[in-house]
């Protein structure tokens, strides 16, 4: 983590381009093969902390370090801010549904923390930028350096604005709420950790967030294991649209499990 935060530095000092490739991380060229076979465009980004000792790995450390809408990504940190401003109380407070049907099924009806984070529910979100404010949205990202920190342009900010970030400080941040270190309450770090939770088997548990701009798509999270974790962000162009999405997971389990981070499929 320290090597992604001296490489972030030196990016906001400007001793490097905006597209960089990070010096700590190893390529894996194996991992283009199944990028191709999907096929797809983009990047992953693997730190496996687990002991004796972390390694940083990368396919396209380019793009790794390019920035782009972290989408539904932001669900993430945004649960983090609407904890701490108080626009919810906690997993259990119901969200109103405002009875505007979307196309969705499992948006239109109340809603709770968790089930707006595994539905990916956007107009909670949308709710919780009303609550919260521009103004105050930008200073916690700021606070926690999440990308350009812009909650400017279209809305939601995070989809159709400005907001960007790239996989490697993605990877940051997710290295700093694994570890309860990020500025807010530690129950809400807690909880948010809890509210990610994708899968577990008897000595694992897979945390991750799904995310869709319209053009990119994004897979991020960590696996745990007695050992340590592994965290993984991956993104990839979505030219088809809702035919590339099933592509994310599909890339990043195939990775994760060449590197025995994800158990073989039966």
Not at 155 to 171: M, N, R, T, Y
């Amino acid at each position: 983590m320290k090597k992604i935060k001296r490489l972030l530095v030196m990016v906001a000092l400007g001793a490097v381009s905006s597209v960089f490739a990070a010096p700590s991380a190893q390529e894996r060229p194996e991992w283009a093969g199944w990028f191709a076979k999907a096929p797809a465009v983009g990047t992953m980004v693997v730190l496996d902390a687990r002991a004796p000792k972390e390694q940083l790995w990368v396919h396209n450390p380019q793009r790794a370090a390019q920035r782009f809408s972290p989408a539904s990504t932001f669900k993430i940190p945004h649960a983090l801010f609407a904890l701490e401003a108080g626009a919810i109380k906690d997993e259990f407070e119901v969200i109103p549904w405002d009875g505007v049907h979307r196309g969705n099924r499992a948006w239109d009806k109340d809603q709770d923390l968790r089930s707006s984070m595994l539905n990916s529910t956007v107009w909670v979100y949308e709710r919780f930028a009303k609550q919260l404010g521009l103004k105050q949205e930008t200073a916690f990202m700021e606070k926690i350096g999440y990308g350009n920190a812009l909650s400017t342009g279209a809305e939601p900010f995070w989809v159709e604005g400005d907001l960007a970030i790239s996989a490697f400080e993605k990877l940051d941040f997710l290295q700093q709420l694994y570890r309860n270190q990020l500025p807010f309450k530690l129950e809400h770090q807690r909880l948010v950790k809890d509210l990610m939770i994708n899968e577990a088997g008897a000595d694992w548990i897979l945390r991750a967030k799904t995310g869709w701009s319209g053009t990119i798509g994004w897979w991020a999270g960590w696996v745990e294991w007695p050992t340590g974790p592994v965290f993984f962000v991956m993104n990839i162009d979505t030219p088809n649209r809702l035919g590339d999405l099933a592509k994310r997971q599909g890339i990043t389990r195939q990775v994760l499990r060449s590197i025995q981070a994800l158990p073989a499929v039966p």
